[in-house]
């Protein structure tokens, strides 16, 4: 018997393992200060337990996810069969002096050791702190077009 869509275990499955360590944005959608619904790409870490996000403080999502902290991330591939990890969760900020550790690990796997160092000393010219994204996964969905489908689907 599959495994139900919001099961944590899916995030071990060997399709969510590939999307959780490719170059592949998340989008992470959240409710703006206005209520109206934003999503936006973001590079991510994935530490086995957390996903970790990095974001200069100005960041406009930092207020709204300040006043609803509730989220949704989503990593897909854009290659039939489509490929989907689909995560809900909690997020939880915190200021960091300096660069996000883990952004600047994610930037070396999303642009290679050369351009990932090199984007973070430029940031570090741009901002003196970021805020520290962590999301701790509540529900998991994964689809793979294959075996496992959207639930609209009759099969």
Known sequence: MPVKQGDLSL?????SQELLHSKIPARL???ATDGTPRVVP??????????ILGTPP?????????????VALTIDN????????L??????????DGI??????ACERYLGPEGGKAWV????????????ITITPEWAGLLDFQTRFPSALPI
Request: aromatic share 10%; glycine share 2%.
């Open 58 to 70: 100005k960041a406009p999502k930092l207020k709204a996810l300040a006043k609803n902290p509730k």
């Open 87 to 96: 995560v809900r969760g909690t997020a939880h900020l915190q200021p960091v």
């Open 11 to 15: 995030l071990q499955h060997a399709t």
């Open 29 to 31: 959608a959240y409710v």
């Open 78 to 85: 854009d290659v039939y069969p489509y490929k989907v990890l």
């Open 42 to 51: 973001i590079c991510f870490h994935w530490t086995g337990s957390e996903f």
């Open 121 to 132: 000393q430029n940031l570090k010219t741009m901002v003196s702190s970021m805020v520290r």
């Open 100 to 105: 996000v550790p883990e952004y600047a690990i």
